[in-house]
C-alpha cells in the first residue's frame, strides 16, 4: 500500500508539470522543449533566495510560479513569436519552434551548472519542515498530501476554464481554427501569453514541490521531466484534459512497479516503451480524437 502512496504523489508532480505543456501544445500549438528548464529555474531561483532569506512553504512556491511565468511568457515573447512571425508557413514554425525551446532551454541550465558546479541544489526553507504523519499504517508527508491536492484542483480549474471561461474557450476555438477565430476578434497573442504564463507557473510551482519531496534536484532534473511529460501527453492524447490526468498517473504506476521488481536501471526506459506501445495501437492516444486539425 505505501507504493500507492509513491504512485499518486508521483503521479500528481506529472501532471502538475505535464498539464501546462498540453494546453500549449493542444491549443495554441506550441509543443514548449524549454518547459524542463522553467521547471527546473523556477526551484533554483528560489533556493538562491532562501539562501539569503528565511521565508515560508507559500512564499517559497510564489517565488516557484511568479519565476515560471515570467520566464515562459519571456520566451514566447523573445523567441517563440519572433519564429512565427518569420516562418513560411505553419509546419515550419512548428519545428522551428521546437528547435527554438531546445536552445532556449540551454541557458538557464548553462546558469544553475555553473553556480552549483552540476551539482544536486535543494531549498533550505528553515521555517518549513517537511514532517510524516500515519494514516491507517501508510506513512505520508505534508507536501506528498499538498502535492496531490494543488495537483489535482489545478487540473479541475483547468478544465473548468477552458470550457468554461470566454478565454477558454477563445483558446479552444484557435486550436480547431486560428484563422476563424482571428476573424471573429480573438486576439491569439494575447491569450497566447495568459496561456504560457499559466503553463510557466504551474512548471514553477511543480519543480518547488518535486524538490521539496527529494530534498534535493539536479539542473538537469528538468530534462528528465520534459521526457515524462511528453509520455504523458502522448498516452493520454494531445489536449485531452483527462487524457494528461490518465498519463501521469499510468506512467507514475508503471515505473513505481518497474522499481520495486528490479533494481530501477529499467525505469527511465518506461517512458520511451509507453510511448513506442500507445503510437504502435492508438497514434492519438487513449482520450485523443482520431483525427485532429492542427492549425
Not at 491549443?27 to 524542463?36: E, K, M, Q, Y
Not at 483558446?171 to 484563422?179: E, F, K, M, S
Amino acid at each position: 500500500m505505501q507504493d500507492l502512496v509513491s504512485v499518486v504523489t508521483l503521479g500528481s508532480v506529472y501532471l502538475l508539470f505535464a498539464l501546462g505543456m498540453s494546453i500549449t501544445w493542444g491549443t495554441i500549438d506550441i509543443l514548449n522543449f524549454a518547459h524542463g528548464s522553467v521547471f527546473m529555474f523556477s526551484a533554483f531561483s528560489a533556493s538562491l533566495v532562501l539562501e539569503r532569506l528565511t521565508l515560508g512553504l507559500v512564499p517559497v512556491l510564489l517565488i516557484g510560479v511568479v519565476v515560471g511565468a515570467l520566464m515562459s511568457v519571456l520566451i514566447q515573447v523573445v523567441a517563440f513569436e519572433q519564429i512565427i512571425k518569420r516562418a513560411r508557413d505553419r509546419r515550419t514554425a512548428e519545428m522551428q519552434i521546437l528547435i527554438g525551446g531546445i536552445g532556449v532551454a540551454i541557458i538557464p541550465l548553462a546558469i544553475a551548472q555553473h553556480h552549483t558546479q552540476s551539482n544536486p541544489f535543494g531549498l533550505n526553507a528553515s521555517s518549513f519542515t517537511v514532517e510524516s504523519i500515519s494514516l491507517g499504517g501508510l506513512r505520508i508527508t505534508n507536501i506528498q498530501v499538498l502535492t496531490v491536492l494543488l495537483a489535482l484542483a489545478l487540473w479541475a480549474a483547468a478544465a473548468v476554464w477552458l470550457r468554461r471561461s470566454r478565454q477558454g474557450l477563445a483558446l479552444r476555438a484557435i486550436g480547431v481554427d486560428a484563422q476563424t477565430a482571428a476573424l471573429m476578434g480573438v486576439d491569439r497573442r494575447r491569450l497566447a501569453l495568459v496561456t504560457m504564463a499559466v503553463a510557466g507557473g504551474m512548471a514553477g510551482l511543480s519543480g518547488v514541490l518535486f524538490t521539496f519531496s527529494l530534498g534535493a534536484i539536479t539542473p538537469e532534473s528538468g530534462d528528465t521531466l520534459l521526457v515524462k511529460a511528453f509520455a504523458c501527453i502522448i498516452l493520454g492524447g494531445v489536449g485531452s484534459m483527462l487524457g494528461v490526468a490518465f498519463g501521469a498517473y499510468l506512467l507514475a504506476a508503471a515505473e513505481v512497479v518497474i522499481l520495486t521488481q528490479t533494481n530501477g536501471s529499467w525505469v527511465e526506459a518506461v517512458s520511451f516503451g509507453l510511448i513506442f506501445l500507445v503510437l504502435l495501437v492508438r497514434p492519438a492516444g487513449v482520450f485523443g480524437r482520431k483525427e485532429v486539425r492542427r492549425t
